[in-house]
């Protein structure tokens, strides 16, 4: 079965930097699109960011130019590397393959100085 799972998260200082993964299995990951989303306390789920088979990307307005999704199809893992955070972007970040019902169980990212 799909399998995603997350890793990378945790706690870091306003300004710092994280990079999450989301390892791939049970898919033919180089043929899909996958996706970052986010969710903090009391608030929806955001989309972040999206990546798609041929490496395109787009980005959510809050995160341009700080956060950069990229994808290895050889270890089918797609990645998100988060700079210059803010505490606006504490949240569980679940990554998904684009368009289907397959999710990551979360990482928690926290940032507080």
């Known amino acids: 079965q799909v399998q995603l799972v997350e890793s990378g998260g945790g706690l870091v200082q306003p300004g710092g930097s994280l990079r999450l993964s989301c390892a791939a299995s049970?898919?033919?990951?180089?043929?899909?699109?996958m996706a970052w989303f986010r969710q903090a306390p009391g608030k929806q789920r955001e989309l972040v960011a999206t990546?798609?088979?041929?490496?395109?990307?787009n980005y959510a307005t809050s995160v341009k130019g700080r956060f950069t999704i990229s994808r290895d199809n050889a270890k089918n893992t797609v990645y998100l590397q988060m700079s210059s955070l803010k505490p606006e972007d504490t949240a569980v970040y679940r990554c998904?393959?684009?368009?289907?019902?397959?999710w990551g169980q979360g990482t928690q990212v926290t940032v507080s100085s």
């Open positions: 049970g898919i033919k990951f180089s043929t899909v699109a």
């Open positions: 998904n393959v684009w368009g289907a019902v397959y």
């Open positions: 990546v798609t088979s041929g490496g395109g990307t």
